[in-house]
């Protein structure tokens, strides 16, 4: 089974630019959730997908943005870029059992690593 | 706030030794605790998840929760240099409408010495 798939791998952008990410779920997988890792702050959730409804965010401001489509997959936007926005984007697929006490397994792709200029 | 907690190391450990990677969390909400490594420039590969207090082995790896404690910890035996990477403790529940993302620690960096 193909694992989870993002494009593009990498991306350089200029201040207040925007930028638009893709990820592809694993098959049959239909939450995807979306992280940024800096090596300041680590691995920091953004938020999840689930149903082409948002279904948790973390605490990032409203610049950033994303969607699901029907077929699980999900694209993350990024608008007015600033320098701090550097990064890699991770997107992670799970089940997306939707019932449930326990967190599901996620499963990363290769990540997208923008460099803001 | 939910945070999970590192020494970010480097710990180094000889070839074939057990290697001890430890995390604690703050948020007792938290219901399930996952270990992945991340080589240099890849993205986190899951090695092991637990949901129970106790042990749970997987091959060479052995992760141990503590509820109480708020304590979780991955034991690699015989480490070869190839388990030399970054190793990410998250923590992860649920609340109401959906899974919570998960909250990582910012990793231990293990060097495997041959």
């Known amino acids: 089974k193909a694992g989870v798939t993002q494009t593009p791998r990498y991306l350089i952008k200029t201040r207040g630019q925007q930028v638009t990410l893709s990820c592809s779920p694993i098959?049959?997988?239909?939450?995807v959730s979306w992280y940024q890792q800096t090596p300041g702050q680590g691995l920091q959730f953004l938020f999840e997908y689930f149903s082409e409804t948002q279904r948790n965010k973390g605490n990032f401001p409203g610049r950033f943005s994303g969607r699901q489509f029907s077929n699980s997959r999900s694209e993350m936007n990024v608008s007015t870029l600033e320098l701090g926005d550097s990064a890699l984007y991770l997107c992670?697929?799970?089940?997306?059992?939707?019932?449930?006490?326990?967190?599901?397994?996620?499963?990363f792709g290769p990540g997208t690593r923008l460099l803001v200029l | 706030q939910k945070e999970v907690e590192q020494n970010s190391g480097p710990l180094s450990v000889p070839e074939g030794a057990i290697a001890s990677l430890n995390c604690t969390y703050s948020?007792?909400?938290?219901?399930?605790f996952f270990w992945y490594r991340q080589y240099s420039g890849k993205s986190p590969e899951l090695i092991m998840f637990?949901?129970?207090?106790g042990d749970k082995e997987d091959g060479r790896f052995t992760a141990q929760l503590n509820k109480a404690s708020q304590y979780v910890s991955l034991l690699i035996r015989d480490s070869q240099p190839s388990d030399s990477a970054t190793y990410l403790c998250?923590?992860?529940?649920?609340?109401?409408?959906?899974?919570?993302?998960?909250?990582f620690g910012k990793g231990t960096h293990l060097i495997i010495q041959p």
């Open positions: 637990i949901y129970s207090n």
């Open positions: 998250a923590g992860g529940g649920y609340s109401g409408g959906g899974a919570d993302g998960l909250t």
């Open positions: 948020d007792r909400g938290s219901q399930s």
């Open positions: 992670a697929s799970s089940l997306g059992l939707a019932e449930g006490y326990y967190q599901e397994t996620q499963y």
């Open positions: 098959s049959g997988h239909r939450s």
